[in-house]
C-alpha cells in the first residue's frame, strides 16, 4: 500500500472532524462524503453500510484518533444503484461535500487577506473612474453569457444522455393477474441485525416486509432461491388468480346436512374485549340465518381474503364447517392404518352424564374417554355427516399412535397345579 503525503493525512483529519461535527447533528443518517471518484463512510456508519452493500471494510490509522477508524468506500458511479438500497433498507442518508483541511483554509484565507490589504493601499489614490468601470462591465458581461450558455448546453447534453442510458426496470416476475413485481430484495434489520426481512413491490406498491427464516435467507445469498421462489414462500396470495367481485355479494348458498344454508353477512374485525384469551386478534364473523358465529382467522386466511384470492363462502365453509355440520368438514379425520374400527365405542358416561368417545386396542390397550362437543354429537347422531371412526379420529389420534408405538406388555399364563 502507497503511504499517504502528509497532505492527505491532513484531508483524512479534516474529513473526520467534520464527519464527527454531522453525525453529532443527525446522529441516525448515513453520511456519505464525496472524495474524489469515491464516497467514503466512516465507523458505524460504514459497518451499516457495509452489511447493506456487501461492501468491504477497511481500518485506517489517523493521528488524531487513538484506534483504527473503520472506513467503506465505493466508487462515486455506483451512488445511483446503493442509494436506493440503503433507504429500501430503512436508512435515512445525507451526501455530504468533504472540504480540504481546516489549516490548509486558514492558511489560503491568511495569504488572501494579506493581499487585499496590500493591493488596497496602492489603488487607495487611483480609483477607477466609474466610465472606465462601466466599460469593463459592459465588456466582460457578453463573456459571461457565452459561457453560461455553453455550460447549459453541455448539462442539457449529459442530461440527455443520461435518460437514454437508464432503462425502465424490467419487472423480476408477473404475477397471474398481470401484475409486475420489482425490488425483491432481502435486507437486514437496523435494530437486530440477526433479523432479515424480504420484501418486494407490485406494480409500484410497497409490500410489508416479511421475516425470513435462515434456510431461505442462506440460500438466497448462495443465488440458490430466486425473487420468484421468494414471492411464492412469502406473498402466495398476491401471485395467484383473484376471483370475481360478484363472489362477495350477499347472500349466498351452501349444501348443508338437511338442505340449503343460506350465509347473510360475512366480515373481518379484531376482538377488543380485553376479557376474552383471543383479545386482539382478528376474527372472520358470519350470520347463517339467526346464528352469528365468529372463529379466530389466520393469517394465510386473512391474506387470501384481502388479496381476494378466495371467496367468503369458501372461508365459511374452512372455518365453520364443522359448527355447520358439514359432511367435509369430517372427511379429513381417519384413524391409523390397520386400526380396527370395531374397536370404537360412543356411549354416556354415567357419572357425569355427557358423550364420550374411546377406542380398545386389544393387546395394545385401551385409550382413555374424551368428551366430545356439542356440535360433533349433532354431526354424529343428528345430521349423521360424522361416522363413529371419523370422531374417534378426531379426538384419539394422538393417544392411539402413543399406543400403537408402545411395546406389547406380555402376560405370562402360569401352569395350573393340579391337586
Not at 333 to 339: A, D, K, S
Amino acid at each position: 500500500m502507497a503511504t499517504k503525503s502528509p497532505t492527505e493525512k491532513d484531508n483524512d483529519v479534516g474529513i473526520m472532524h467534520q464527519f464527527n461535527d454531522l453525525k453529532k447533528k443527525h446522529p441516525d443518517a448515513i453520511l456519505l462524503f464525496r472524495k474524489g471518484d469515491f464516497y467514503e463512510t466512516f465507523n458505524q456508519d460504514a459497518v451499516k453500510a457495509a452489511a447493506v452493500l456487501a461492501i468491504t471494510i477497511t481500518n485506517r490509522i489517523l493521528p488524531t484518533e487513538k484506534e483504527p477508524i473503520k472506513v467503506a468506500i465505493f466508487p462515486y458511479h455506483a451512488l445511483d444503484a446503493y442509494l436506493p438500497k440503503l433507504i429500501r433498507a430503512g436508512m435515512r442518508v445525507a451526501i455530504c461535500d468533504a472540504l480540504e483541511a481546516p489549516k490548509k483554509i486558514k492558511k489560503e484565507s491568511t495569504l488572501s487577506n494579506n493581499e487585499t490589504m496590500v493591493k488596497k493601499k496602492k489603488e487607495q489614490g487611483t480609483q477607477e473612474a466609474p466610465t472606465q468601470a462601466v466599460k469593463n462591465a459592459a465588456e466582460e458581461k457578453p463573456a459571461r453569457k457565452a459561457k453560461t450558455k455553453v455550460d447549459a448546453e453541455v448539462k442539457s447534453e449529459q442530461q440527455a444522455e443520461t435518460k437514454q442510458e437508464r432503462k425502465p426496470r424490467e419487472p423480476q416476475m408477473v404475477t397471474a393477474n398481470g401484475e409486475k413485481v420489482t425490488h425483491g430484495h432481502a435486507y437486514q434489520s437496523t435494530t437486530n441485525p440477526n433479523d432479515w426481512y424480504f420484501t418486494a413491490k407490485i406494480d409500484g406498491q410497497q409490500l410489508k416486509p416479511q421475516k425470513m427464516d435462515a434456510a431461505d435467507l442462506a440460500a438466497y445469498q448462495k443465488k440458490e432461491m430466486t425473487v420468484p421462489q421468494l414471492m411464492e414462500r412469502y406473498y402466495p396470495s398476491k401471485l395467484q388468480p383473484k376471483v370475481p367481485e360478484e363472489a362477495f355479494k350477499f347472500p349466498k348458498q351452501i349444501a348443508g346436512p338437511d338442505g340449503t344454508i343460506s350465509i347473510d353477512k360475512f366480515n373481518v374485525y379484531k376482538e377488543k374485549d380485553e376479557q376474552r384469551p383471543d383479545f386482539g386478534k382478528y376474527k372472520f364473523y358470519v350470520e347463517v340465518g339467526d346464528t352469528k358465529m365468529s372463529a379466530v382467522a389466520s393469517r394465510q386466511d386473512l391474506n387470501a381474503y384481502f388479496d381476494r384470492t378466495v371467496t367468503p363462502t369458501q372461508l365459511v365453509e374452512k372455518n365453520f364447517d364443522e359448527r355447520l355440520h358439514l359432511k367435509s368438514a369430517y372427511e379429513k379425520y381417519q384413524l391409523p392404518e390397520g386400526v380396527d374400527a370395531k374397536g370404537v365405542r360412543v356411549a354416556k358416561d354415567h357419572n357425569d352424564n355427557k358423550w364420550k368417545v374411546s377406542m380398545d386396542l386389544g393387546d395394545k390397550g385401551q385409550t382413555t374417554k374424551k368428551e366430545i362437543s356439542f356440535d360433533d354429537g349433532y354431526s354424529l347422531f343428528k345430521s349423521k355427516t360424522a361416522t363413529r371412526e371419523q370422531i374417534a379420529a378426531k379426538y384419539l389420534n394422538t393417544e392411539i399412535s402413543g399406543l400403537l408405538s408402545a411395546p406389547t406388555a406380555k402376560v405370562e399364563k402360569s401352569a395350573s397345579l393340579k391337586m
